[in-house]
């Protein structure tokens, strides 16, 4: 069961202008797993992981060629709303992004816009800081501004906030490269106990956090994905002779 | 001693400079205040002109002025904030938009006896307004729209592309994103922008020249269509063009400084609104 693959990308290659980005992308994720993309700044990864979302729509020199799929849904088919494909596959981004708004609003917002009747907002708003382990900060001070919060509790609310939408899958983006390591450990904590009810992939610089939490680890170079395997066997037995001296620390 | 004796000379400079502006400044409000307060009074404020403007207050000229400046921020705000979020947030980076640009800028740049005169071309004369406070308030609002777009855009422009992001990756449309996350963000940056345009409006006296501005009215109505008094063209009027400049300079001096109050209250309340975004956030 849990070989089924929730999301997939299929011979996908990606330009922003003239520069070829992502280069005859193949890759499927299996459903509740956590799946980390690693690899030197500029190869791709990040690219790829908001292509799922549909993030570049709004670029207008991107160009996307290929097929993504979520389950047996075409992301990119015609007459797919793209609102709609974001309430399914939730973001979290590299810098805490809260809204200007109360922490109570910035969850509250995400419902209110999907339509989510009024009545049923406050419960999904506490169980989503339940599910953050935020609510028993935040529980007396709901209605303070979200950007009074310390860095590490900003990206567990903006975690919240996806994970509020009920989304089936979860993209994050180095969600940790601007926070301290006890904030770290906490969100890693965090990603780990999502596992069971989300499927997960993770853009990460750092080797530990890819070893710590993921289950398979994806190694991208130049736009192209090199080796995608258990989290053990990239790092403990590579067969790229690219993906062992990356992971060594020899470049990137 | 050059490497200590180089920064001591550019924090001077830098301090000389401040001190300048400052300098100018205190002496500009304090020559205003010693020579307008005397003329304060409730009186002055609250009642007509009287004894061909020798004595008596300059009511009608304040409810010109507040009213003109209200007739400015409501043709150019709207329309200039929307005109600056198609520009930072929908319009593609092409030869077309940068050519809006351009304009934009250089009608910043035109002289303001210029939109006057366009004024009383277009709105008096071509639309048959007359010489009213609604012809000199839609010039004005014409001269203060270069102004509003050119400091929201900047104000939008701030705003990160993260920002956007957030709203838009739990699915908010672009509209929505804009309305509910990027423009709260932006108030700040924004209202700095229209009360300092609002502020030069305000002052103006070229452009409602031709357009509205009367020498003297004994009953200031309100009224659209009528011909008002404004507070920079009765100091004017009362400085330069009365027959008896010596004895209503004291009345002058107090028209200048409740002009300077009027535009001083409107930068207190963007002061306000910024104060208590701050605080929300």
Same mark, same amino acid.
């Given at each position: 069961?849990s070989?089924?693959?929730?999301?997939?990308?299929?011979?996908?290659?990606? /330009?922003?202008?003239?520069?070829?980005?992502?280069?005859?992308?193949?890759?499927?994720?299996?459903?509740?797993?956590i799946?980390?993309?690693?690899?030197?700044?500029?190869?791709?990864?990040?690219?790829?992981? =908001?292509?799922?979302?549909?993030m570049?729509?709004?670029?207008?020199?991107? =160009?996307?060629?290929?097929?993504?799929?979520?389950?047996?849904?075409?992301?990119? #088919?015609?007459?797919?709303?793209?609102? #709609?494909?974001?309430?399914?596959?939730?973001?979290?981004? #590299?810098?805490?992004?809260p809204?200007?708004?109360?922490?109570?609003?910035?969850?509250n917002?995400?419902?209110?816009?999907?339509?989510?009747?009024?009545?049923? =907002?406050?419960?999904?708003?506490?169980?989503?800081l339940?599910?953050?382990?935020? /609510?028993?900060?935040?529980?007396?001070?709901? #209605?303070?501004?979200?950007?009074?919060?310390?860095?590490?509790?900003?990206?567990?609310?903006c975690i919240?906030?996806a994970?509020?939408? =009920?989304?089936?899958?979860?993209?994050?983006?180095?969600?940790?490269?601007?926070?301290?390591?006890?904030?770290?450990?906490?969100?890693?904590?965090?990603?780990?106990?999502?596992?069971?009810?989300?499927?997960?992939v993770?853009?990460?610089?750092?080797?530990?956090?890819?070893?710590?939490?993921?289950?398979?680890?994806?190694?991208?170079?130049?736009?192209?994905?090199?080796?995608?395997?258990?989290?053990d066997?990239?790092?403990?037995?590579?067969?790229?002779?690219?993906?062992?001296?990356y992971?060594?620390?020899?470049?990137g | 001693?050059?490497?200590?004796?180089t920064?001591?000379?550019?924090w001077?400079?830098?301090?000389?400079?401040?001190?300048?502006?400052?300098?100018?400044?205190?002496? %500009?409000? $304090?020559?205003?205040?010693?020579?307008?307060?005397?003329?304060?009074? $409730?009186? !002055?404020?609250?009642?007509?002109?009287?004894?061909?403007?020798?004595?008596?207050?300059?009511?009608?000229a304040?409810i010109?002025?507040v009213?003109?400046?209200?007739?400015?921020?409501?043709v150019?705000?709207?329309?200039?904030?929307c005109?600056?979020i198609?520009?930072?947030?929908?319009?593609?980076?092409? $030869?077309?938009?940068? %050519?809006?640009?351009?304009?934009i800028?250089?009608?910043?740049?035109?002289?303001?006896?210029?939109?006057?005169?366009?004024?009383?071309?277009? !709105?008096v004369?071509?639309? +048959?307004?007359?010489?009213?406070?609604i &012809? *000199?308030?839609?010039?004005?609002?014409?001269?203060?729209l270069?102004?509003?777009?050119i400091?929201?855009?900047?104000?939008?422009r701030?705003?990160?592309?993260?920002?956007?992001?957030?709203?838009?990756?739990?699915?908010?449309?672009?509209?929505?994103?804009?309305?509910?996350?990027?423009?709260?963000?932006?108030v700040?940056?924004?209202?700095?922008?229209? @009360?300092?345009?609002?502020?030069?409006?305000?002052?103006?006296?070229?452009?409602?020249? !031709?357009?509205?501005? *009367?020498?003297? %009215?004994?009953?200031? &109505?309100g009224?659209?269509?009528?011909?008002?008094? &404004?507070?920079?063209? +009765?100091?004017?009027?009362?400085?330069?063009?009365?027959?008896a400049?010596?004895? @209503?300079?004291p009345?002058?001096?107090?028209?200048?400084?409740?002009? %300077?109050?009027? @535009?001083?209250?409107?930068?207190?309340?963007?002061?306000y609104?910024?104060?208590k +975004?701050?605080k929300d956030?």
């Amino acid at each position: 069961m849990s070989d089924q693959i929730k999301l997939s990308a299929k011979d996908v290659n990606l /330009w922003f202008g003239s520069k070829q980005v992502l280069k005859h992308i193949n890759i499927s994720f299996p459903k509740n797993e956590i799946t980390a993309m690693i690899g030197p700044s500029g190869c791709g990864k990040s690219t790829l992981l =908001r292509s799922f979302n549909r993030m570049h729509d709004l670029s207008p020199d991107a =160009r996307i060629e290929g097929k993504f799929a979520l389950d047996n849904l075409d992301l990119y #088919q015609k007459g797919l709303s793209v609102t #709609q494909v974001r309430s399914r596959i939730g973001m979290v981004f #590299q810098k805490a992004n809260p809204f200007p708004k109360s922490i109570y609003e910035n969850i509250n917002y995400g419902l209110a816009i999907n339509d989510v009747p009024k009545a049923d =907002r406050p419960g999904i708003v506490e169980n989503a800081l339940r599910e953050s382990y935020l /609510w028993d900060e935040v529980k007396d001070e709901l #209605q303070k501004p979200a950007t009074r919060l310390s860095g590490g509790q900003q990206q567990r609310l903006c975690i919240a906030r996806a994970v509020a939408l =009920r989304p089936e899958v979860i993209l994050m983006d180095e969600p940790c490269s601007a926070l301290d390591p006890v904030s770290t450990a906490k969100i890693e904590e965090l990603i780990v106990k999502l596992k069971k009810d989300y499927t997960i992939v993770i853009v990460t610089h750092n080797m530990q956090q890819a070893q710590r939490t993921a289950d398979k680890t994806v190694f991208m170079y130049l736009g192209e994905v090199i080796e995608h395997d258990t989290t053990d066997n990239i790092f403990n037995h590579p067969k790229n002779e690219l993906t062992a001296n990356y992971v060594k620390g020899h470049f990137g | 001693m050059m490497k200590k004796l180089t920064p001591l000379l550019e924090w001077g400079t830098l301090l000389l400079s401040t001190g300048a502006v400052c300098f100018f400044l205190v002496v %500009i409000l $304090w020559d205003l205040i010693s020579k307008g307060a005397p003329s304060l009074s $409730w009186e !002055f404020v609250s009642t007509l002109p009287r004894a061909g403007m020798t004595k008596g207050g300059i009511l009608p000229a304040i409810i010109g002025t507040v009213l003109l400046t209200m007739i400015t921020a409501l043709v150019a705000a709207p329309f200039g904030i929307c005109c600056a979020i198609y520009l930072n947030e929908y319009a593609a980076d092409n $030869w077309l938009t940068r %050519i809006i640009r351009a304009c934009i800028r250089n009608l910043a740049g035109v002289p303001s006896i210029i939109y006057g005169l366009f004024g009383l071309a277009l !709105f008096v004369q071509g639309l +048959h307004m007359g010489t009213s406070l609604i &012809s *000199a308030g839609l010039t004005l609002g014409l001269l203060s729209l270069p102004y509003i777009i050119i400091t929201t855009e900047e104000a939008l422009r701030r705003i990160p592309a993260s920002t956007r992001e957030a709203a838009l990756a739990i699915g908010a449309t672009q509209l929505e994103s804009i309305r509910d996350v990027v423009l709260p963000s932006a108030v700040p940056g924004m209202l700095t922008g229209l @009360v300092l345009t609002l502020s030069r409006a305000a002052g103006e006296t070229a452009p409602i020249l !031709f357009t509205g501005v *009367a020498f003297y %009215i004994n009953n200031p &109505s309100g009224y659209l269509n009528q011909e008002f008094m &404004s507070l920079p063209y +009765h100091l004017y009027m009362l400085s330069t063009q009365h027959q008896a400049i010596e004895q @209503v300079r004291p009345l002058a001096y107090g028209t200048a400084l409740v002009l %300077i109050i009027v @535009v001083f209250l409107l930068n207190l309340t963007a002061f306000y609104i910024r104060y208590k +975004h701050s605080k929300d956030e």
